[in-house]
Nanobody, 123 residues
Framework: LQLVESGGGLVQSGGSLRLSCEAS????????VGWFRQTPGKEHEGVSC????????NYADSVKGRFTISSDNAKNTWYLQMSGLKPDDTAVYYC?????????????????WGRGTQVTVSS
């Protein structure tokens, strides 16, 4: 399974971006897809996740009300709509897939990762 993120870029504070994560390769049964972000010298921070059915979503407190996660299973693609962006949202954003842990909470519980896409929010 390969994951490729896209949609990152430079945006002004208050702006919006939509990140995409497209899966290709072997089809796997998975439990959850998560979006994480990382800044230099820091650990991966969980941003949002969605269950395989799409019925359950979770968000970090820092992004609640501003970010929305969604999926298009027919296209094997997941999205992270980000609005009201702040400079603190600047990071490399990664999508990841968990196939073993039913309700993953931590980065190490996700087995497959993309290479990330840079999001930079200017003040």
């Amino acid at each position: 399974l390969q994951l490729v993120e896209s949609g990152g870029g430079l945006v002004q504070s208050g702006g919006s971006l939509r990140l995409s994560c497209e899966a290709s390769g072997d089809t796997l049964e998975y439990h959850s897809v998560g979006w994480f972000r990382q800044t230099p010298g820091k650990e991966h921070e969980g941003v949002s996740c969605i269950s395989a059915s799409g019925g359950n979503t979770n968000y970090a407190d820092s992004v609640k009300g501003r970010f929305t996660i969604s999926s298009d299973n027919a296209k094997n693609t997941w999205y992270l709509q980000m609005s009201g962006l702040k400079p603190d949202d600047t990071a490399v954003y990664y999508c990841a897939v968990a196939t073993e842990v039913r309700r993953p909470q931590l980065p190490y519980e996700y087995e497959y990762w993309g290479r990330g896409t840079q999001v930079t929010v200017s003040s």
